[in-house]
């Protein structure tokens, strides 16, 4: 059974404080599909301290925050994607797509090359 071929998973580095790479990106689609930082967190094994501190991150690294989370209270909290946390996912997802497209030829060359284990 051939292994499959090698992806890419992309880092962008805005400057010495900011980046926005595979976790974050994981994160805000974990956010976006559950509704919660809480079960965000849980779905990513990590905890919400964690979570926060990089949601907090990603809504300092641009000019809009890109989660937007409300308090618990009696039908409890959440948290979205806002606009710009959509597009800021569109955007990483696409340059992605486009990166592995561009480099198949290399990453499956690389593939080949892999020790098998």
Known sequence: M??????????MIFDS????GPGKIDLLEA?????????????????????????????HSFA?????????GEHGGGAELT????RV????RS???KAQKSFA???RQLTRLRARS
Request: aromatic share 4%.
């Open 17 to 20: 404080r900011h980046a926005i």
């Open 64 to 72: 809009e925050p890109l989660v937007a989370a409300s308090k618990g």
């Open 95 to 97: 340059i992605e797509r």
């Open 2 to 11: 051939p292994s499959p071929t090698a992806t890419l998973r992309l880092r």
């Open 31 to 59: 956010l976006r599909d559950t509704g919660s930082i809480t079960a965000a967190a849980r779905t990513m094994r990590m905890s919400y301290k964690r979570a926060w501190q990089l949601i907090d991150d990603l809504n």
């Open 105 to 107: 030829v290399e990453l």
């Open 89 to 92: 996912l569109e955007i990483y």
């Open 83 to 86: 606009d710009t946390g959509r």
